[in-house]
């Protein structure tokens, strides 16, 4: 079974911390995502990789900042936590041209 | 161009009676087009996936979805609703061949006893 790893469930973090949330993948798929999910607006795309040291920005990338140094692994980082920043994060990865992917439990990050 | 447009935010259902979700896209492309659910507090799992092969798609737990091409719709049918179908619901298109997907908003199905 493909598996996606994110490394908290939940977390409660500081106005203007640095934020890490990482995802691992096993299945060596090329892309990887990070997405937001927030009630009523589905998931957004904050920033997409198709390969190692490979980034796009997504829909809303103000605020966050990327990291996939190794194919297994991509991090998103918040430089400066702020509270609208509250939000189920949802990692997913999938082979290259392949559409469908497959997403991580998430993490709940809570700003305060 | 490429969009999803769920039509439905909630849906509540008897337990038993049949369900369907509705989704409409909009594609500039040879779409591919999927479903996924979603349990509460847990990540997305695919239910079916649609990449142009045969326009009626079937996926687990007794779910299916045509495809329709002229009205550009996907719409999520099963004959008879079960309290474990209660769940968020997401209508996806993707380019065939390219790496981005596209949410709809989610579908919130409540299943009634």
């Known amino acids: 079974d493909v598996k996606v790893t994110q490394s908290s469930r939940y977390l409660v973090k500081r106005t203007g911390e640095k934020v890490f949330l990482e995802c691992v993948q096993d299945?060596?798929?090329?892309?990887m995502f990070w997405y937001r999910q927030d009630p009523g607006l589905g998931l957004r795309l904050i920033y997409f990789?198709?390969?190692?040291?490979?980034?796009e920005k997504g829909d809303i990338p103000e605020g966050y900042s990327v990291s996939r140094e190794k194919k297994e692994r991509f991090s998103l980082i918040l430089e400066s936590a702020s509270t609208n920043q509250t939000s189920m994060y949802l990692c997913?990865?999938?082979?290259?041209?392949?559409?469908?992917?497959?997403f991580g439990q998430g993490t709940r990050l809570t700003v305060v | 161009a490429q969009s999803v447009t769920q039509l439905d935010s909630h849906v509540s259902v008897s337990e038993g009676t049949p369900v369907l979700l509705r989704c409409n896209y909009s594609s500039s492309y040879s779409p591919s087009l999927f479903w996924y659910v979603q349990h509460p507090n847990k990540g997305l799992q695919l239910l079916l996936k649609y990449t142009s092969a045969a326009t009626l798609v079937k996926g687990i737990n007794g779910f299916e979805a045509e495809f329709k091409k002229s009205e550009t719709s996907f719409h999520l049918t099963k004959p008879s609703a079960h309290m474990s179908d209660a769940a968020e619901y997401f209508c996806?298109?993707?380019?065939?061949?390219?790496?981005?997907?596209?949410f709809g908003t989610g579908t919130r199905l409540t299943v009634i006893p």
């Open positions: 996806v298109v993707s380019e065939t061949g390219a790496n981005n997907l596209f």
């Open positions: 990789s198709y390969d190692v040291k490979m980034k």
């Open positions: 299945m060596d798929h090329e892309n």
């Open positions: 997913a990865s999938s082979f290259r041209g392949r559409g469908h992917a497959f």
